[in-house]
Nanobody, 124 residues
């Protein structure tokens, strides 16, 4: 079994920064690709960012490009999402996800394991 535990998040003002982290445990082959998704109230869960195992390839939601950075540290089994220049529309519950595949994906259905989520709130 694989466990993903998010931490960080919280409240920030527009233009500010927050960092969310995810710690993975269990079968290491289950998190070749790591991703972050978010879900705002009344909206569907959407892809935010993903990173492959070697951290050589990343993908981002267009609206967060240049503001968010995904990174991972395999020795510590962690993946982080640094969020800068935050906007009120970034407010959502942020979920860490893991995919048992070497290939990047932006499709939530292709991720196998999920964390419990952490709240990010950006005030205007």
């Amino acid at each position: 079994q694989v466990q993903l535990v998010e931490s960080g998040g919280g409240l920030a003002q527009a233009g500010g920064s927050l960092r969310v982290s995810c710690a993975a445990s269990g079968r290491s082959a289950s998190w070749y690709v790591m991703g972050w998704f978010r879900q705002a109230p009344g909206k569907e869960r959407e892809f935010v960012a993903a990173i492959d195992f070697s951290a050589s390839s990343t993908r981002y939601l267009d609206s967060v490009k240049g503001r968010f950075t995904i990174s991972r540290e395999n020795a510590k089994n962690t993946v982080d999402l640094q969020m800068n220049s935050l906007k009120p529309e970034d407010t959502a519950v942020y979920y860490c996800a893991a995919r048992s595949s070497y290939f990047l994906s932006t499709n939530a259905r292709e991720f196998d394991y999920w964390g419990q989520g952490t709240q990010v709130t950006v005030s205007s």
